[in-house]
C-alpha cells in the first residue's frame, strides 16, 4: 500500500509540473463535468445515463473509461459528451499473484492520473465505486489539482466483491476496505443505489449520501409486435431457437419461432408458440447460472408429467468469464420442450428483446446485500415481470406479488414459472397482472 501511495505522489507531482501551464490557461470548465469509470464504458449502463443525463441540461461531459464494448448510440450521438478511452491494461505474468497485483494498481494509478489531468478542467468528477482501487485516490488528487468536486457514485463495495474470491479475512481484502472507508470520506457529495447503503454508509463509514435509484432510460419500453417479427427474424439467421418450427399456412408468409408476417405486412403470434425467458448475467460467481440449469431439470420434468406448460425458449445474455464453462454444461443438456441460446446483443437489440419477452429471471446476488441489480430496472421499463433470487435488500425494487416474485431456490423458481406460465399464452392470472402493474406504475 505504501507503494501505491508513494507512485502516486510521484505521478502527482511529476505531473502536476508538465501540466501547470495548462491548468493556468485554462478556461470555460465551470460547470463541466468528468464522468469516470475505471471499467468498460459500454457495460456501465448507470454512469452512461448519469453522462446523457447532464448533457440534456446543457453541461459539457467527458466520460472516461475503457472502451472495450460500444456505448449507446445516444452517447456517442450526443455533442456534449466527450468520449475519453483509458489505455486497458492487461494483467502481469511475471512473479506472484500479490506482486502482480501491487504492479498493476500502481500502473493503473498512474495511468488513470495522467489521462484525468489531460482532460478539459471539469468542475466536478463523478466517480464509479466500483472498482475503487486506485480510482478513488486517483480522482482525488486530481481533484486537488482542478480545484474541483468529487461526487462518488456508490454500487457497491469493491473489498467485498474481492472477498468473493479472496475470503473477507484476506490481507487484501482488508486493505481494500480500510482504503474504500478511508478515501471514500474524502469525497465532497456521495450517491447511492438503495436506501440500505445509504445507511450503512453512514453506520459504518461515516459517509453521507442521497439515494439515487436507477431509472430505465426511454428505449426500455414494450416492443411493437412489427419490431418483435424484424428483431426475431434477425436473431433466427444466428439461433436456432427463433427459427419457425412448422410451415406457415400462406406460402407468402415470413415466419419466426414466435411471429408470422402476411404478405399485407400484417403481424401475428403464432399457435402454440414457446414462452420466451430471458436472463441477463455477467457470467460470474455473483450469479449462478446452475440455478438456471437446474430449473430446465424441474420444468422438463412437469410437462412429462403432463402439466399443460408451454414449451420454453431461454435466452441468457452477456459476456463474462465463465460463459465457456456454462456453455459447454448447456450444450451436454438434452431438452424436448426447452431450448436454451446465449447470444450477445447489439446495444439497440437488447431493449427490443426485453420488450419482447413473456417473463425476466434475475439470479444476482449482491456481494453486500445493498445494491440492487440494473437487470431488472431495465427489465421494469419494458413492463417485463420478473422472477428474481432474494437477498437482503431486494424488496426496494421487487415487490413480491405485486411486479414479480422473489425466489430463493431453483425448486422454488420452477414452481413459480409453472403457476406463471399455466394455460399461456392466456390474458389472465398472475404473469398478466404484473405487467398491467407494472405499466401502471
Not at 431488472?376 to 411486479?403: Q, S, T
Request: with cysteine; proline share 5%; aromatic share 10%.
Amino acid at each position: 500500500m505504501a507503494a501505491v501511495c508513494a507512485a502516486l505522489a510521484a505521478g502527482a507531482v511529476v505531473l502536476a509540473a508538465l501540466l501547470w501551464r495548462r491548468r493556468a490557461a485554462a478556461a470555460g470548465g465551470a460547470g463541466r463535468v468528468c464522468v469516470a469509470v475505471l471499467g468498460d464504458l459500454g457495460r456501465s449502463p448507470r454512469m452512461q445515463y448519469h453522462a446523457l443525463s447532464l448533457a440534456r441540461h446543457g453541461r459539457g461531459v467527458t466520460l472516461l473509461g475503457y472502451l472495450r464494448d460500444r456505448p449507446h448510440g445516444d452517447v456517442l450521438r450526443s455533442g456534449n459528451i466527450r468520449l475519453v478511452p483509458v489505455a486497458d491494461l492487461r494483467g502481469l505474468r511475471v512473479g506472484p499473484k500479490l506482486f502482480q497485483y501491487v504492479i498493476k494498481v500502481i500502473v493503473q494509478a498512474i495511468q488513470l492520473l495522467y489521462t484525468m489531468l489531460k482532460i478539459d478542467q471539469p468542475s466536478y468528477i463523478l466517480l464509479q465505486n466500483p472498482p475503487g482501487l486506485p480510482s478513488i485516490a486517483v480522482a482525488w488528487v486530481a481533484c486537488l489539482f482542478w480545484r474541483s468536486k468529487l461526487i462518488i457514485d456508490w454500487h457497491n463495495y469493491g473489498y467485498t466483491i474481492m472477498s468473493l474470491s479472496h475470503g473477507r479475512n484476506h490481507p487484501l481484502v482488508q486493505i481494500a476496505k480500510w482504503y474504500e472507508k478511508l478515501f471514500g470520506r474524502l469525497s465532497d457529495y456521495n450517491l447511492c443505489v438503495t436506501n440500505a447503503m445509504k445507511e450503512d454508509l453512514w453506520v459504518n463509514c461515516n459517509i453521507k449520501a442521497v439515494t439515487l435509484y436507477d431509472k430505465p432510460a426511454p428505449y426500455f419500453k414494450e416492443t411493437p409486435l412489427e419490431l418483435q417479427h424484424h428483431l426475431y427474424m434477425k436473431l433466427a439467421k444466428d439461433y436456432e431457437p427463433f427459427k419457425p418450427h412448422t410451415e406457415s399456412v400462406s406460402l407468402n408468409a415470413e415466419m419466426s419461432a414466435f411471429t408470422e408476417m402476411d404478405e399485407n405486412g400484417h403481424v401475428i403470434k403464432t399457435r402454440g408458440r414457446a414462452a420466451l425467458l430471458i436472463s441477463s448475467t455477467s457470467w460470474t460467481g455473483l450469479e449462478t447460472n446452475s440455478f438456471l440449469l437446474m430449473l430446465n431439470h424441474y420444468y422438463e420434468q412437469y410437462i412429462n408429467e403432463g402439466v399443460k406448460l408451454p414449451s420454453l425458449v431461454c435466452v441468457i445474455t452477456g459476456k463474462g468469464p465463465l460463459k465457456d464453462y456454462y456453455n459447454g454444461l448447456i450444450n451436454k443438456l438434452h431438452f424436448k420442450h426447452i431450448q436454451i441460446c446465449t447470444p450477445w446483443l447489439e446495444a439497440e437489440d437488447y431493449p427490443l428483446l426485453l420488450g419482447s419477452a413473456d417473463l425476466g429471471v434475475c439470479l444476482h446476488k449482491s456481494s453486500s446485500g445493498l445494491d440492487l441489480p440494473m437487470k431488472v430496472v431495465d427489465m421494469f421499463g419494458c413492463c417485463l415481470p420478473v422472477c428474481a433470487i432474494y437477498f437482503e435488500c431486494l424488496h426496494e425494487l421487487v415487490k413480491h406479488n405485486e411486479n414479480g416474485l422473489i425466489f430463493r431456490d431453483s425448486n422454488e423458481l420452477a414452481e413459480q414459472l409453472k403457476m406463471l406460465f399455466l394455460g399461456f399464452p392466456t390474458l389472465e392470472g398472475k404473469l398478466h397482472n404484473f405487467r398491467k402493474n407494472l405499466r401502471a406504475s
